[in-house]
């Protein structure tokens, strides 16, 4: 690819890249979310036929307009999200397109035969290839869609975090499967956010920051730390430090809090100035407890108190009238409304506080979403664009300025940081702490254990839909952390 | 100002501009269809299209068309497409006043109120409250009340006159749709024109309107915002009845009887009206103005269909196949802003 270049309509992508991979070896590509990596390889993979500059395949020019296009020079794609239709078997998706038949119908025994040649080159041969996809579990399906792109004999294979659902065993023997299909001459790239993986398999790294390149360089003279400060653009020392902060006055009070079946007697005092972490693997009852506090689902029992006010009773609307607020895990579809703007978006959980008489005008809080807008630094600035077109990071910073719009006094924070970058990450840690220092008490639900024990003053270990452990700040590391999670009730 | 100010205010004001294209786009191609109309005219292909007589029709057309497209944009702005009872609701309503008449005026308009009401009522708990899909729900309630009116007059229609002796009553109900100000402005019209405004106010400048915009571009995302959706969806169907009984009158009232099939094809024109004006299906867009103008660009295009002795049945594949074309252009245009989701 030589001077490749996409714009959207709000934002430039990918600005003059240049990138080469060659036959025989894995390329990484890596940089923060919205450095235009994905954009770069939906080009390659013909998802868009408005792009400038030129790409070559096998030294001759081609114009990869459309996905089959694309297909036709070879080129493969695996996506993060799985492009697998669910109630259909293993085989048909496998081989979907070029279906062996026998006549006017499907030639079943050669398609069983054929699935399961292409299954065993991902190891999954002990796996009947007429199950239906939903029967079998996530990394199964994701493996299951290596092998049907590898089944494609692609020239190209481009990968886009093919590991984020797949356990470490499984992650060993995607990267024995890699190692194979570079051996056979196949040209690979290699998205991700891993840096250990990188140095693990590939051979050659392009780093991209701001929709440029920064630099190819061969992962043997290149050190991790090198690789971070030229996607972020600066050194990460200042990174981890924590501020202490004076602690007041209860503003959340649970107590006896249950909903049956998710989670049961929860008793939690959260102070001003607070921020206390929420630790537990998924499905302990984190996020449902988040939803009945703020009003979204029901309690079943037990009450709620707001800075001193019960509002078991009350509307969601009410309680985040009376300065409750929750950012939700989910930004796409819970989050935000990315078909709208990003004022609206901002100001969406204060319209009933913006209302003058029966009058609703936005533009008396514009200049509140306009400093939102500076202080967290969101990309772009002009509040008129969608908030659909900004990247992973911005958006998040986008809802949480949201929430930070209604000036909450007890702001739940579900997942803050999802998938974002590193330097995003940081805005929004940061915005956190903040919001504390001011007096708001703040509960952070999180999965990323550094997060939990960089921000947190104190940590719930949350269990099977009951707190198992409340864990001072002295206390707190990864190790104990994750320890602690996996620890029965009551050991 | 620096380079980069300068950069912003530019974009704000293209910004600014096609939003302002946006909204008044459709009047632009309201008025060329004047133009072509009067270019028809002069070169004799069509007769009498700039009489006042003709304009007069063409205004009367708009205004029940309008009234109806109104409502019915709450429920396309919420996110649920249309509401296919419209039609029957229009007939149902018409038939219950006119069988009221023979209690008097005010008893009939009421109660068309309350049936019509009460349809959207039902149409709301159950879009919005149970979460029934929109266009198959109000497909069924559609024959629910196609039933109850056939049911109930035995497939009859019935006629003001004949229902009642009270010959001031009739002449009241018969004014609904023939009462003119200065002889010019028809009611419906008036009705109209505050509808409209109302409907504009509404959308656009209360926190209903705003709340409404969050349910029609992300349900789920306005439900962990707060918003009580299902009073949102529900007010939609319940504003979209109201115009719909409101129209029921003056549509029977012109036509002088009570019968099951007053209301047809106004589905489909509202819906038709309100894409082309700018609301795209997907919700949370466009403005009741604009569903005006695309209301206005119908009635002349309908008009002028007519004065070309284009035939009913073709005048409708000519409708549909337009409304297949801005469905197509809209979801074009959301794809090229890098959503897909139209």
């Given at each position: 690819?030589?001077?490749?270049?996409?714009?959207?309509?709000?934002?430039?992508?990918?600005?003059?890249?240049?990138?080469?991979?060659?036959?025989?070896?894995?390329?990484?590509?890596?940089?923060?979310?919205?450095?235009?990596?994905?954009?770069?390889?939906?080009?390659?993979?013909?998802?868009?036929?408005?792009?400038?500059?030129?790409?070559?395949?096998?030294?001759?020019?081609?114009?990869?307009?459309?996905p089959s296009v694309a297909k036709s020079y070879g080129i493969g794609m695996i996506y993060q999200e799985l492009s697998l239709a669910q109630p259909i078997s293993i085989a048909e998706n496998l081989l979907a397109g070029r279906l062996p038949r026998k006549g006017l119908f499907i030639d079943r025994d050669k398609m069983v035969k054929q699935a399961?040649?292409?299954?065993?080159?991902?190891?999954?041969?002990?796996?009947?290839?007429?199950?239906?996809?939903?029967?079998?579990?996530?990394?199964?399906?994701?493996?299951?869609?290596?092998?049907?792109?590898?089944?494609?004999?692609?020239?190209?294979?481009?990968?886009?975090?093919?590991?984020?659902?797949?356990?470490?065993?499984?992650?060993?023997?995607?990267?024995?499967?890699?190692?194979?299909?570079?051996?056979?001459?196949?040209?690979?790239?290699?998205?991700?956010?891993?840096?250990?993986?990188?140095?693990?398999?590939?051979?050659?790294?392009?780093?991209?920051?701001?929709?440029?390149?920064?630099?190819?360089?061969?992962?043997?003279?290149?050190?991790?730390?090198?690789?971070?400060?030229?996607?972020?653009?600066?050194?990460?020392?200042?990174?981890?430090?924590?501020?202490?902060?004076?602690?007041?006055?209860?503003?959340?009070?649970?107590?006896?809090?249950?909903?049956?079946?998710?989670?049961?007697?929860?008793?939690?005092?959260?102070?001003?100035?607070?921020?206390?972490?929420?630790?537990?693997?998924?499905?302990?009852?984190?996020?449902?407890?988040?939803?009945?506090?703020?009003?979204?689902?029901?309690?079943?029992?037990?009450?709620?108190?707001?800075?001193?006010?019960?509002?078991?009773?009350?509307?969601?609307?009410?309680?985040?009238?009376?300065?409750?607020?929750?950012?939700?895990?989910?930004?796409?579809?819970?989050?935000?409304?990315?078909?709208?703007?990003?004022?609206?978006?901002?100001?969406?959980?204060?319209?009933?506080?913006?209302?003058?008489?029966?009058?609703?005008?936005?533009?008396?809080?514009?200049?509140?979403?306009?400093?939102?807008?500076?202080?967290?630094?969101?990309?772009?600035?002009?509040?008129?664009?969608?908030?659909?077109?900004?990247?992973?990071?911005?958006?998040?910073?986008?809802?949480?300025?949201?929430?930070?719009?209604?000036?909450?006094?007890?702001?739940?924070?579900?997942?803050?940081?999802?998938?974002?970058?590193?330097?995003?990450?940081?805005?929004?840690?940061?915005?956190?702490?903040?919001?504390?220092?001011?007096?708001?008490?703040?509960?952070?639900?999180?999965?990323?254990?550094?997060?939990?024990?960089?921000?947190?003053?104190?940590?719930?270990?949350?269990?099977?839909?009951?707190?198992?452990?409340?864990?001072?700040?002295?206390?707190?590391?990864?190790?104990?952390?994750?320890?602690?999670?996996?620890?029965?009730?009551?050991? | 100002?620096?380079?980069?100010?300068?950069?912003?205010?530019?974009?704000?004001?293209?910004?600014?501009?096609?939003?302002?294209?946006?909204?008044?786009?459709?009047?632009?191609?309201?008025?060329?269809?004047?133009?072509?109309?009067?270019?028809?005219?002069?070169?004799?292909?069509?007769?009498?299209?700039?009489?006042?007589?003709?304009?007069?029709?063409?205004?009367?057309?708009?205004?029940?068309?309008?009234?109806?497209?109104?409502?019915?944009?709450?429920?396309?702005?919420?996110?649920?497409?249309?509401?296919?009872?419209?039609?029957?609701?229009?007939?149902?309503?018409?038939?219950?006043?006119?069988?009221?008449?023979?209690?008097?005026?005010?008893?009939?308009?009421?109660?068309?109120?309350?049936?019509?009401?009460?349809?959207?009522?039902?149409?709301?708990?159950?879009?919005?409250?149970?979460?029934?899909?929109?266009?198959?729900?109000?497909?069924?309630?559609?024959?629910?009340?196609?039933?109850?009116?056939?049911?109930?007059?035995?497939?009859?229609?019935?006629?003001?006159?004949?229902?009642?002796?009270?010959?001031?009553?009739?002449?009241?109900?018969?004014?609904?749709?023939?009462?003119?100000?200065?002889?010019?402005?028809?009611?419906?019209?008036?009705?109209?024109?505050?509808?409209?405004?109302?409907?504009?106010?509404?959308?656009?400048?209360?926190?209903?309107?705003?709340?409404?915009?969050?349910?029609?571009?992300?349900?789920?995302?306005?439900?962990?915002?707060?918003?009580?959706?299902?009073?949102?969806?529900?007010?939609?169907?319940?504003?979209?009845?109201?115009?719909?009984?409101?129209?029921?009158?003056?549509?029977?009232?012109?036509?002088?009887?009570?019968?099951?099939?007053?209301?047809?094809?106004?589905?489909?024109?509202?819906?038709?009206?309100?894409?082309?004006?700018?609301?795209?299906?997907?919700?949370?867009?466009?403005?009741?103005?604009?569903?005006?103008?695309?209301?206005?660009?119908?009635?002349?295009?309908?008009?002028?269909?007519?004065?070309?002795?284009?035939?009913?049945?073709?005048?409708?594949?000519?409708?549909?196949?337009?409304?297949?074309?801005?469905?197509?252009?809209?979801?074009?245009?959301?794809?090229?802003?890098?959503?897909?989701?139209?």
């Amino acid at each position: 690819m030589v001077g490749v270049g996409k714009r959207y309509p709000a934002t430039i992508a990918v600005d003059n890249v240049d990138f080469e991979v060659y036959a025989g070896e894995v390329h990484a590509l890596v940089g923060e979310n919205g450095a235009g990596k994905s954009t770069l390889m939906k080009m390659l993979a013909g998802s868009f036929n408005d792009y400038t500059g030129a790409i070559f395949v096998n030294d001759r020019e081609v114009r990869l307009s459309s996905p089959s296009v694309a297909k036709s020079y070879g080129i493969g794609m695996i996506y993060q999200e799985l492009s697998l239709a669910q109630p259909i078997s293993i085989a048909e998706n496998l081989l979907a397109g070029r279906l062996p038949r026998k006549g006017l119908f499907i030639d079943r025994d050669k398609m069983v035969k054929q699935a399961k040649r292409l299954l065993k080159t991902v190891g999954l041969d002990t796996l009947d290839p007429l199950l239906p996809i939903e029967d079998i579990s996530q990394h199964e399906a994701q493996l299951v869609e290596i092998a049907k792109v590898v089944g494609t004999n692609p020239c190209i294979l481009v990968m886009d975090e093919p590991t984020s659902a797949l356990s470490k065993e499984e992650v060993e023997r995607l990267f024995e499967i890699i190692g194979r299909l570079r051996n056979t001459g196949m040209a690979i790239v290699y998205i991700s956010h891993h840096l250990p993986e990188i140095f693990r398999i590939a051979d050659r790294v392009t780093v991209m920051r701001d929709a440029k390149k920064v630099a190819t360089r061969n992962i043997k003279d290149i050190s991790r730390e090198e690789i971070v400060q030229m996607m972020v653009g600066k050194s990460i020392k200042e990174f981890f430090q924590k501020e202490a902060h004076p602690i007041g006055k209860p503003l959340l009070e649970v107590k006896n809090l249950s909903r049956w079946g998710f989670f049961h007697h929860i008793d939690m005092t959260v102070h001003a100035g607070e921020i206390v972490g929420i630790c537990g693997l998924s499905g302990a009852g984190r996020s449902e407890l988040a939803q009945v506090i703020c009003g979204v689902e029901k309690a079943d029992e037990g009450s709620i108190v707001l800075d001193g006010e019960n509002i078991g009773g009350l509307s969601m609307a009410k309680r985040v009238m009376k300065g409750l607020g929750y950012l939700t895990e989910d930004r796409k579809l819970e989050g935000l409304a990315l078909r709208l703007a990003m004022d609206d978006n901002i100001l969406s959980a204060m319209i009933p506080q913006l209302r003058h008489g029966m009058i609703y005008n936005n533009r008396y809080g514009r200049n509140m979403a306009k400093k939102l807008v500076k202080d967290l630094s969101i990309y772009p600035t002009d509040l008129s664009r969608t908030a659909g077109n900004l990247s992973g990071g911005n958006q998040q910073k986008l809802l949480l300025a949201k929430w930070m719009a209604t000036n909450p006094k007890v702001l739940i924070l579900d997942e803050p940081s999802r998938g974002v970058d590193v330097g995003a990450k940081m805005t929004i840690h940061d915005t956190i702490e903040r919001l504390a220092k001011e007096g708001s008490a703040v509960i952070v639900i999180s999965s990323d254990l550094p997060e939990l024990v960089r921000l947190s003053d104190r940590v719930l270990i949350m269990r099977k839909g009951h707190f198992t452990r409340n864990m001072e700040q002295n206390e707190l590391s990864e190790e104990s952390l994750l320890l602690a999670a996996n620890t029965e009730v009551g050991a | 100002m620096s380079e980069k100010q300068v950069n912003d205010v530019r974009a704000l004001r293209t910004s600014r501009f096609s939003s302002i294209l946006n909204n008044f786009g459709i009047y632009a191609i309201a008025v060329l269809f004047i133009i072509f109309g009067a270019l028809l005219q002069s070169v004799g292909a069509i007769n009498n299209f700039l009489n006042p007589k003709n304009l007069l029709n063409i205004v009367d057309a708009v205004a029940l068309l309008g009234i109806v497209a109104a409502g019915m944009a709450f429920v396309t702005y919420s996110g649920h497409y249309a509401d296919l009872s419209v039609p029957t609701t229009i007939a149902l309503t018409g038939i219950v006043s006119v069988e009221l008449l023979k209690y008097g005026f005010i008893p009939a308009i009421l109660g068309a109120l309350v049936v019509g009401l009460g349809v959207g009522v039902v149409n709301a708990v159950v879009i919005g409250k149970f979460k029934a899909n929109p266009i198959i729900w109000t497909l069924s309630m559609s024959y629910v009340s196609l039933g109850i009116i056939r049911f109930v007059w035995v497939n009859k229609q019935i006629y003001p006159d004949m229902i009642t002796d009270d010959a001031f009553a009739v002449m009241l109900f018969d004014n609904i749709y023939r009462f003119r100000l200065f002889g010019v402005i028809s009611l419906p019209l008036i009705l109209m024109i505050l509808l409209v405004v109302a409907g504009q106010f509404l959308l656009k400048k209360t926190p209903f309107g705003a709340q409404l915009k969050l349910t029609g571009s992300a349900r789920r995302t306005a439900k962990f915002t707060g918003v009580n959706v299902e009073m949102m969806v529900g007010m939609a169907f319940v504003i979209c009845a109201f115009t719909a009984t409101i129209a029921g009158l003056a549509i029977t009232s012109l036509s002088r009887v009570g019968a099951w099939y007053n209301g047809e094809g106004y589905d489909f024109r509202a819906v038709t009206a309100i894409v082309i004006g700018g609301m795209t299906l997907a919700g949370g867009r466009g403005s009741i103005v604009g569903v005006l103008g695309g209301t206005i660009v119908i009635g002349l295009m309908n008009n002028i269909m007519t004065l070309l002795g284009i035939g009913t049945f073709s005048q409708d594949i000519i409708r549909g196949a337009i409304f297949i074309l801005v469905v197509a252009i809209n979801a074009k245009n959301l794809r090229s802003m890098g959503r897909d989701d139209a």
